[in-house]
């Protein structure tokens, strides 16, 4: 832009002031507002505000830590999104996944959906846990911990801001081997079995498509998708893209790994979508949202819509946040969130006083 006369410095400030605030005012406003779930979303048990009066500062606990965690490694964003995704599929969302197991009898950690959950995310969700009780005591469960870690893992990395329900309680027992393998979809799942896996939990087709939306950060394992390369390579497969996939996967059972969006990795956007739409990503439970018809329209309206995804994705995420969740007196509030407070030796007794959190719910 050329300027036909000097303007003076005060003037250019003006200028350009009055040129930014629309963006500046934009940009404010979506980074303030937050989502909040309607009374008739909220399942019977759960509010929003559960722990105004128990543990008023558990939300600025969880952000602060997590705050920390991000700027040493965006990457573990994904690592416990991913882990609340695969808590509530199997048994609902109750921390089962958190519980370990021992070699005879294996816990749902151990299933093959789950071998690839980054480790790390465990422990950062054992770290919150722990600040969060040494502040408050034994009143925030170890599911209502992974649920907000999940939801600061998508508004720390871009994403947007929402309010969860909150008030689970913690599951008893983990999930069997067969059970994970029953209720969590491949990554090489077609859109025929990701439909009445997501239906089971009462999660539409547009659910389906927004929630999928989380590879947007992340990493896909070669033996995830190498499928798609040999001994045949998938035709919907952009063929640069899959050149590319082969130099870091060269064989079937390549131990590599890379990430989900070719386009902008570690930040929560709508790129996926566009990565969707060019035929650039790695799981055939990616492909299809596309290949298929009724899925394909969606995946085209968030590629080009970033808000419109944002909303559609906050909504699936709530709904999916309260899967047969536990609340009232049913379940536990975990001393430790690997184990139950049946198996815990630091309790005195197995046989647990009541906790005081118990009486003020009911």
């Given at each position: ?76 964003a ?67 911990i992974t ?8 508004y720390?990395?871009g ?37 009445a896996?997501?239906a ?34 998938d035709?919907?497969?952009?063929p ?112 647990v ?10």
């Amino acid at each position: 832009m050329a300027f036909s006369k000097v303007v003076s410095l005060p003037s250019l400030f003006l200028a350009i002031s009055c040129l930014l605030l629309p963006f500046l005012l934009a940009f404010s406003e979506a980074h303030s507002h937050s989502y909040v779930p309607s009374s008739e979303h909220i399942v019977k048990g759960l509010s929003l505000s559960f722990y105004e009066t128990k543990c008023p500062d558990l939300e600025s606990i969880v952000r602060k830590h997590l705050k920390k965690v991000f700027k040493e490694d965006i990457g573990q964003a994904a690592g416990l999104l991913r882990v609340h995704f695969h808590d509530c599929f199997v048994q609902g969302c109750e921390g089962s996944v958190l519980i370990a197991g021992t070699a005879s009898d294996p816990s749902e950690q151990e299933a093959l959906p789950n071998l690839s959950l980054r480790a790390e995310a465990f422990e950062i969700i054992n770290d919150l846990h722990e600040l969060v009780h040494s502040q408050c005591g034994r009143v925030v469960s170890c599911a209502d911990i992974t649920a907000l870690a999940a939801r600061e893992a998508v508004y720390l990395s871009g994403g947007p801001e929402y309010i969860i329900p909150l008030g689970r309680r913690d599951g008893l027992t983990f999930g069997t081997q067969a059970a994970v393998l029953a209720n969590i979809p491949a990554p090489t799942s077609n859109i025929s079995h990701l439909l009445a896996s997501f239906a089971a939990k009462k999660l539409d087709v547009t659910d389906l498509v927004a929630l999928s939306g989380a590879h947007t950060i992340g990493r896909g394992h070669c033996t995830s998708f190498t499928n798609r390369l040999y001994p045949t390579q998938d035709p919907t497969l952009d063929p640069i893209f899959a050149d590319d996939l082969k130099e870091i996967c060269p064989e079937k059972n390549s131990t590599h790994f890379t990430m989900l969006d070719i386009r902008t990795p570690n930040r929560f956007d709508n790129k996926y979508y566009v990565d969707l739409v060019n035929r650039e990503v790695l799981f055939t439970s990616d492909e299809d949202l596309y290949t298929y018809e009724k899925t394909r329209e969606i995946v085209e309206s968030f590629a080009e819509d970033q808000e419109l995804f944002f909303e559609k994705f906050v909504h699936a995420m709530i709904k999916m946040g309260q899967v047969s969740v536990l609340t009232g007196s049913v379940g536990e509030i975990r001393a430790n969130c690997s184990v139950s407070n049946s198996n815990n030796p630091s309790l005195v007794s197995v046989v647990v006083e009541e906790d005081y959190e118990t009486a003020a719910e009911l």
